[in-house]
Every structure is written in structure tokens, then in C-alpha cells.
């Protein structure tokens, strides 16, 4: 997890605005360093996850365990029901999650696949809404799950909404492991598959977050014509080829797209 401190806009290497309250960001980068693969952390696991030190960690995690958002049995601490506060107040104040789900719950009704929106969040693609399909995906996906923009297609629509060089700086400072056989992670070809974004209006995704997934997204505009989300469909790699996947949802995901972009305006 990458820690952000607050400067002067413009001055590199001005000091830390003094409105910035540090404590405050250590509490809240603890509290979004539990996942899928750190349900029960220590404090050793935290200062890692964080980049803090221990003596840091631990003193957030108490104060947080204090307030009621974590639990402990001495040794590890894990989530309790409070901290879903912190996402009801995005997804009861913003417009947009409300929006989106019935035109996702449809679009997945009809493609019988499962459809998400996300946003760019650092280095990441974060899901703001989704609508499962009768056919799960063992991926786990839900509400505030985190994609590698380099490699999943609903990442590749939101850098492609980027100017080249921004996404191409990004691209190229992110880190980008392998996570499957088929990952591509070489910044040449990741720019060259945003570009080709860019071009025809839509990104995929072959198995490259998780082996036998296959996925297509597009992207969602303001109505200043930019984009600021992006919408996809993720399919099992045995149903269809991505060709077929093409042919197949990109006019229905294109008009959900469509779709959200004029609620947005209106």
C-alpha cells in the first residue's frame, strides 16, 4: 500500500500542508489494508501492508478496536460489521452507484453474465456497483473490489480515458506482476493494448486476472464527453471465445453504457 503525504500544490518537495492530519491517514490506510487475503492480521502484517512502523500499526489498530470497526484476540485483528459505515455513506451520498445497479441488475438478467462498474482508484480499478449472474465466477468479486488496471479490461478503459502520456507514466510507475500465465505485463504492450482501446472503443481481458475468466468493458462518459467509469461483463473461458464474447454482449454492455451516461447528464 503506498503512503500519500500531503505537500503544496506545485512544490516538490515543500513541506506537509499543515490541514493534513497524518494520524488520521495511518488510522484509515489500516482499515483499507484488510482483504480477501489478509482477514486476520497482526500487527507485524499491518506495519508491512501499510509501510508504517509496528509501534504505528499497533496504536491505530487499538484506537480502531476502541471505536468498534475491529476486533481482537490479542494477537490478530479482523473487521467487525461498523466499517461497512465507511461504504454506505459513498453509496448512500453518490449518485452514481444508484444509478448503475438497475441497468446492471438488467444487462446481466439478459446476458445471464455477470456485469460490474468501476472507477480508477491509484493504481486500480475499484467496483462502485455490480449485479451477479445465476452463473458465479470464482473470482469473489464484489462492491469495493480492487483490479490491477494495467491487466483487467475495465482498468485498460480507464487509463484509455487518460491523455496517452498520463496513462503511459502510470503504466510505466505501477507495478505489474504476473498474476496468471497469461498476464500481460510488459509496459509496451499494456500501452499498446490501451491504445488499441482508445481506437475501437472497448478493452478485454483473456485470463489474465484469473485463469478460465474472460472479460470485455467500455467505458462511461460525463457529459463533458470524458470518461469516468467503466462498465464490463466477465464470462467463464469454456462458454465463449472472446470473439464470441464480442459479438455477442458488446452492443448490450455499449447500451448500458449509454444508458448511465445520459442518467449522469440528465
Given amino acids: 500500500m503506498r503512503k500519500n503525504q500531503a505537500t503544496v500544490p506545485g512544490e516538490e518537495n515543500a513541506a506537509p500542508d499543515k490541514n493534513f492530519v497524518a494520524s488520521l491517514q495511518k488510522g484509515l490506510d489500516v482499515l483499507t489494508c484488510f482483504g480477501r487475503q489478509h482477514s486476520r492480521v497482526t500487527v507485524s ?6 509501510q508504517s512502523s509496528p509501534a504505528s500499526a499497533r496504536r491505530s489498530l487499538l484506537t480502531l478496536q476502541a471505536l468498534g470497526y475491529l476486533e481482537s484476540d490479542g494477537k490478530r485483528f ?6 461497512l459505515l465507511v461504504a454506505h455513506a459513498y453509496l448512500a451520498s453518490r ?8 441497468l446492471l441488475d438488467a444487462l446481466s438478467e439478459r446476458t445471464r453474465e455477470s456485469a460490474s462498474l ?12 455490480r449485479s451477479t449472474a445465476r452463473r458465479s465466477l470464482s473470482t469473489g468479486l464484489g462492491i469495493g473490489s480492487r483490479l490491477p488496471a494495467y491487466c483487467a479490461a475495465l482498468g485498460r478503459v480507464l487509463l484509455a480515458g487518460m491523455p496517452p502520456e498520463e496513462a503511459a507514466r502510470r503504466v510505466r510507475a505501477m ?11 510488459d509496459a509496451g504492450e499494456v500501452l499498446a493494448l490501451i491504445d488499441r482501446c482508445r481506437e475501437e472503443g472497448y ?13 470485455m468493458a467500455v467505458p462511461v462518459f460525463d457529459r463533458s464527453g470524458k470518461v469516468f467509469a467503466a462498465m ?23 447500451k448500458a453504457s449509454g444508458n448511465l451516461a445520459r442518467l449522469q447528464a440528465g
Fill in 45 to 50: 502484517e499491518v506495519a508491512r501492508l501499510t
Fill in 175 to 185: 507495478p505489474r506482476p504476473s498474476l496468471t500465465a497469461r498476464t500481460v505485463t
Fill in 78 to 83: 479482523w473487521m467487525l460489521p461498523k466499517a
Fill in 95 to 102: 449518485p452514481t452507484p444508484s444509478m448503475a445497479q438497475p
Fill in 203 to 215: 478493452a478485454s481481458n483473456d485470463g489474465e486476472l484469473e485463469l478460465g475468466v474472460r472479460s
Fill in 118 to 129: 468501476a472507477m480508477l482508484l491509484e493504481d486500480d480499478a475499484i467496483i462502485i456497483a
Fill in 232 to 254: 464490463s461483463i466477465a464470462v467463464r473461458a469454456e462458454r465463449m471465445t472472446l470473439a464470441e464474447v464480442r459479438d455477442t454482449f458488446l452492443p448490450s454492455l455499449r
